[in-house]
């Protein structure tokens, strides 16, 4: 039987984290836990916080859920470089991080980082192998980018039996850069054409597939009617979890044809609290089996000076 629970910090926080850890982590044999998360912008406030408390610091309230779980996924909001030529100079938000942060984020538990965003592509190709090489360094793996077009591929996850497969775009183009199937890009996806989606899904070999949007209007807290055709499509040809990011605020999920859709789980990692709603986050899990999910948790969290507070 599938469950859908929602965590509400109703009791005091000690007694709310031991219930969770206690209820979340208690894993069958046959099954696997994943975690997903929203945005992870690691640069402009956040870099202050970073400077002034250290790298683990944005973590420090979550880790124990990561390093407990099977796998953990969030979205790199920035790529990971010192590049300096960005690729487009006059775009309002720039964003990179030090190379410090991949190494933070391997010990607070990630795993795969989605790097199929609009800001992975900010300080160009070199930009984005750099990120592919800290993240590698760091026994990170990725999704939604790679070297050229002809070498993308999903991202698997196989344990207890159970193979799991990640697949990740954006349908956000990065400004001032132009794609170019022979050089390093993230993977886009277009209302226009879904012949590309439907040929990556039906290659995956996998027993449970998930797929990561970057999508939708920037702090609108209902689903767009972009989000919810790519959603669809996707979920029509054969994803059985479809995970979003990108509107900086929580949307309502769904479900269709017994599918989850989570159109936004928000920020996660940021900097700023405005407008509202920008400073609530959350945690999303779910428990997959042989026979398909198994449960779906919701763990609220808010984020308080670039640090995801549960």
């Known amino acids: ?169 954006s349908a956000l183009p990065p400004e001032g850069y132009f794609f170019n199937a022979d050089k390093p890009t993230v993977q886009y996806i277009s209302t226009l054409d879904f012949s590309g989606l439907e040929e990556d899904i039906a290659s995956v070999d996998c027993d449970f597939l998930i797929v990561y949007f970057h999508w939708g209007i920037e702090f609108q807290r209902y689903k767009s009617e972009m989000q919810e055709l790519i959603a669809k499509k996707a979920v029509d040809l054969g994803a059985d979890f479809v995970v979003g990011a990108h509107p900086h605020v929580l949307q309502e999920p769904e479900v269709y044809k017994g599918r989850y859709i989570y159109y936004s789980l928000g920020n996660f990692i940021f900097d700023k609290q405005i407008p509202p709603g920008t400073d609530e986050t959350m945690i999303l899990q779910i428990t997959v089996g042989r026979d398909g999910l198994r449960d779906v948790r919701e763990i609220p969290a808010v984020i308080r000076k670039g640090k995801a507070v549960r």
Request: net charge negative; glycine share 6%.
């Open 1 to 169: 039987m599938l469950r859908h629970r929602r965590f509400y910090l109703v009791l005091s926080v000690p007694v709310v984290l031991m219930i969770g850890a206690l209820v979340l982590f208690r894993s069958q044999p046959d099954e696997i836990t994943i975690s997903f998360v929203g945005d992870i912008m690691l640069s402009r406030g956040v870099q202050s916080y970073l400077e002034e408390f250290g790298y683990d610091y944005p973590y420090e309230d979550v880790r124990d859920l990561f390093l407990q779980d099977d796998l953990t996924v969030g979205n790199l909001e920035c790529p990971i470089t010192d590049y300096e030529n960005a690729a487009n100079k006059a775009k309002r938000f720039l964003f990179k991080a030090d190379a410090e942060n991949a190494s933070a984020l391997k010990r607070a538990g990630f795993d795969c980082l989605n790097l199929a965003n609009n800001h992975t592509m900010d300080y160009t190709s070199p930009g984005l192998l750099d990120t592919m090489t800290h993240l590698e360094a760091n026994g990170l793996d990725y999704v939604g980018a790679s070297e050229n077009a002809a070498s993308k591929k999903p991202y698997i996850f196989e344990k207890n039996g159970i193979r799991v497969g990640l697949l990740a775009y």
